[in-house]
C-alpha cells in the first residue's frame, strides 16, 4: 500500500488563524470541502487485492459478551491512574483518561473518584437517608420510596476542587491531561431533586444551611448553602443510566451541579438544616488555601469555566504530518459555554472551535476544529467562555491573584486550588506532545 | 418507624385524566405542589432516634474501586437476559434489563446485542476498513488514521428489526419490558461522518447503494442505499465515551441511526458501491416477512415510532397505594419525540406526560407522568408521536395490515417485525404488574 503526503493541500480553504488552523465550520458534514482539503487521500491509503484477505478473527465463530457485557481486551491499557491503589488509610484518587476517551460525558469505569476512607460496601436496601434539623417534620427515605418520586435526568460535570493543582507548578511537568485534569468527569445523573424532599419535610425560616453527611467511616461532610439546595441539587441515584459506581456514591449522592466535587456528598445518608456552617474540615482547612494577600480561598464553591486539549496531548504521537482534529472538553459552573477558541501558535493567535451539540449547562462540551500540522513546531492551547460572560483567565493572570505552589505554600501543605487558566501542549518535530507554558 | 398513608391527598391537584394521571407539570421542580399532593410525608417515615445510628459498613474503611471501576456486587441481577449463552452456531441475542435502569440511554454493559456468529475478537491495531466498488479511488484505513478525521458525537437508538416481536402474539404474555422490548438501546456514538470517507474516494454516477461487510465469521452484510449514507451514517468508533464494546461491533460499526438494526454492520471491514442492493439473506429473507396480502415486507428500513412503559412494569412490585412516577421511552427513526400521552385505565382516557430535555433526534426519549394510585385495578398505557407527525399505530391497527405471528406465519418460520403498536401494563389490586392486551 503506498501512502500519500499532502502537506500543504489545505491551498484551496482559507486559513481561520496561524499555523493551520482552519474553520471550525469547513468540514462539519464532510463532503467536498474536507476531500478537497486532504487532496484525495492525505490519511488513508490506497487498496489493493492484498487489503480484501480475512484477518484471523474472521476465521472462526465468536465468543458470546455475557449477561453483562465487558470491554475488550486490546482496551485493558484504557485505565484510571491511582494514587494509593491499596487503600491505606488515607486518601485515593482516581484519575480519568481524557486523552483516551472521546464524545461528551465519562463511562461509569472512569470516572474519577476521590475517597477519604475508600468506599463503604453499602446494602442499598438497608441504606436511609435521613432529613432533618430545622425542619417541620423530620423524615427517612429508604431507596424504594425515593424511586416513587418524581425523577429527573441530567447531564452533569463533577470536579475535584484541586484537579489541575500541578498547574501551580512554576515550571511545566512531564505530565499528561490525565495527570493535569484527570479528577473532573461528566456524566447524566437521574434522581430526585433535593427541593422535593425538603419541601416535603418542610423548612423552617431560620434554616440557611444544610450539612450533608455520607456514610463513609469517617462521615464526611460539607455544608450547602440552602439557596443550593433548592436551586438544581439532586439526589442522584443512577449514573450513565444504571445505579451509582461505588466509588461515587452508591446508593445515592448529593449532585451540586457545577460546585466543588467535595461538597457532591457520597453514600449519603443525612442531611442537617441548620443556621450556619458546620466548619467541617474540608472547608476550614482542606479546601481553605492561603492567597497572596494572607487571606484564606474559603467558602468558594464554583468550579468556574475551564478547557483543555485532549487530543492531541501528551501520549499521543502525531503519526505524519498533515491533518489532525484538534478535540477537548470545556465546561463550567455557571452554565453553558458559550464559545472556546484554539491557538497552534501559543496563544499569538485564535480561531473559533466547533461545539458539540446539544451543549448543556454544566456539564461537557466537547470542542474540536481542523488542523494542518505542517511539521514545524506548535503550542496548542485552547480557552473557553460561558454564557454568564466568563473566560478562563490567562495562567498569569491566575498566578497572579493566588500564587504558586512553591513560592506560596498552603499552611496545611496543600498546593492550591481551582486552577482554571489555560493548558499549552507543545508539538515538537517529531510528533512528540509535551506541557509547557505559553 | 411510622408510616403514613395519604391515598386521597391528590384532592387539591387537578387531574389529567382518569384513574389518578396528574399533570405533568406539577412536580417538575418538586417544590410545594408536591409536598400538598403527598399530604407531608406519604412516601417517606418519621425520623427517630434509631434512623440516626450508624451502619455496619461505616465502622471501617472501605475498599479502593481499581484501575476500571466495577459495580457494587449488590447490582448483579441488573443484567440482560441471554439465548444460546453457550455459543452454539446459532444467533445469540442480549436483551436491555429497561424496567432496571433511568435516564435516557444504556449504558454499555447493559446494550442489547444480536450475533450471527458470535462477537470476533479483533485486534485493533491490525483491522482495516475498506471503502471500493463505484467510486474514483478505493481507499483503505486504519482504526488510527481514521481517529484524525473530523469526528462528530450524537446520541442514537439502535432497534432489531425483531425487537417486541412477542407482541404479535395473538394472546397476551407472561413477560416483562426486557422480554418484550430488550431488543433496543440508545447510546452517544462518536465517530467519522461516512459522507467524509465517501467523498474522499469520489463517488461514480452510477453508484446508488452501498453493501457494507462485517470481519465477523459469516462476514454479515445488507446493502444501504447511498442516499442515507450520505445523510447521517457515521463510522462509530466510541459508544458512550470508550471504545466500542465487543458485541456492539469493536472497533468500528456502521450507524444508521433511526434504521433497522440489521442494517447497522458491526466489525465494519468493508463498504463497497454498487448500482444495486446485494439482496443478502437478511434483506431477502429474514428482515422480509411476509405479509397477510402475501407480498413481502421488504426494504422497509424505518424503526418508527414506538414508546414504552418501564416504570412501573412487570417483575415490579408496588408495594403500597399511593404516588407512583410512571416513565418509560419513546424514540423514533423520523426525528425526535413530539409527546407521549399515557393512559392509566386502558386507553379510556389519557394525560401527557413531561418529556425530559435535551430531546434529541433518533435517540430515547425518557417520559415521566405522576400518578397516584388508588389500590384498584389499573392499565397503563403509553403512545408517542413524533416531529414528522407519526404516531403509534393501536394494536389491532398494525395486526390488520400485518397479521399476527401465529395466524400468518412468515414462510421463514420468522415471527413477523417492527412492531410499534402500544403495550399495556395491568396493576392488580396486590401491586402486581402483567402484560395484557387493552
Redesign the interface.
Known amino acids: ?1 503506498s501512502k500519500h503526503s499532502s502537506i500543504d493541500s489545505f491551498r484551496d480553504l482559507r486559513p481561520a488563524a496561524a499555523n493551520g488552523l482552519y474553520d471550525r465550520r469547513a ?6 470541502a ?2 478537497t482539503a ?1 487532496g ?2 492525505t ?5 489493493n487485492a492484498q ?2 484477505v ?2 484471523p ?19 485493558n491499557s ?5 494514587t ?4 491505606e ?1 488515607r486518601s ?1 484518587q ?1 484519575r480519568t483518561p481524557h486523552h ?12 474519577f ?1 476521590i ?1 477519604r ?8 436496601d ?3 437517608l ?3 434539623g430545622l425542619v417541620k ?5 429508604t431507596l ?10 441530567r447531564m452533569a460535570f463533577v470536579e475535584c476542587g484541586g484537579n489541575s493543582a500541578p498547574m501551580w507548578s512554576p515550571e511545566p511537568l512531564d505530565a499528561n491531561v490525565q495527570a493535569l485534569h484527570g479528577l473532573v468527569s461528566s456524566a ?1 445523573w ?1 434522581g ?6 425538603l ?2 419535610a ?1 423548612i423552617e425560616p431560620s434554616a440557611k444551611w444544610l450539612i450533608a453527611e455520607g ?3 469517617l ?1 464526611l461532610h460539607r455544608s450547602v448553602p440552602l439557596s443550593k439546595a433548592l436551586d438544581d441539587a439532586m439526589i442522584a ?2 449514573q ?4 451509582l ?3 461515587n456514591g ?2 445515592m449522592r448529593l449532585l451540586l451541579p457545577g460546585w466543588e466535587g467535595n461538597m457532591n456528598v457520597k453514600w449519603l ?2 442531611i442537617e438544616l441548620v443556621d450556619q456552617p458546620a466548619m467541617s474540615i474540608y472547608e476550614a482547612r482542606t479546601y481553605a488555601p492561603i492567597l497572596p494577600g494572607g487571606k484564606a480561598y474559603q467558602f468558594y464553591f464554583l468550579q468556574e469555566v475551564k478547557s483543555f486539549i485532549t ?1 492531541p496531548s501528551p501520549g499521543l504521537l502525531l ?1 505524519d504530518h ?4 484538534i ?1 477537548g472538553i470545556a465546561y463550567s459552573a455557571n452554565g453553558r459555554i458559550s464559545k472556546v477558541m484554539v491557538s497552534a501558535d501559543g496563544g499569538e493567535s485564535w480561531a473559533e472551535a466547533e461545539l ?1 451539540a ?1 451543549v ?1 449547562p454544566k456539564a461537557f462540551t ?1 470542542f ?1 476544529i ?1 488542523w494542518q500540522w505542517d511539521g514545524g513546531p506548535a503550542v496548542l492551547q485552547s480557552r473557553a467562555w460561558d454564557e454568564a460572560g466568563y473566560v478562563q483567565p490567562t495562567r498569569s493572570e491566575i498566578v497572579a491573584a493566588r500564587g504558586e505552589a512553591s513560592r506560596v505554600p498552603n499552611v496545611n501543605g496543600f498546593p492550591s486550588q481551582h486552577y482554571n487558566g489555560p493548558t499549552s501542549w507543545q508539538v515538537n518535530q517529531t510528533g512528540e506532545v509535551k506541557h509547557v507554558y505559553a
Chains 1, 2 share one sequence.
Open positions: 500500500m468540514f462539519l458534514k464532510g463532503g467536498t474536507f476531500a486532504i484525495g487521500y490519511l488513508s491509503e490506497t487498496l487489503s480484501l480475512d484477518d478473527w474472521s476465521a472462526s465463530a465468536g465468543t458470546p459478551t455475557g449477561p453483562y457485557e465487558a470491554r475488550s481486551r486490546f482496551e484504557v485505565v484510571r491512574t491511582m494509593n491503589p491499596n487503600g488509610p485515593q482516581s483516551m476517551l472521546d464524545g461528551t460525558f465519562t463511562p461509569n469505569g472512569l470516572h473518584v475517597s476512607s475508600g468506599p463503604p460496601d453499602i446494602d442499598p438497608q441504606h436511609r435521613a432529613i432533618h417534620q423530620p423524615l427517612i427515605f424504594d420510596s425515593l424511586m416513587r418520586y418524581p425523577m429527573v435526568s447524566e437521574s430526585v431533586m433535593l427541593s422535593t424532599l419541601e416535603e418542610g456514610s463513609d467511616s462521615a441515584m443512577y450513565n443510566g444504571e445505579r459506581m461505588p466509588g452508591y446508593p445518608r443525612r487530543h503519526s498533515g491533518f489532525y482534529e478535540s458539540q446539544p448543556l466537547r474540536r481542523p
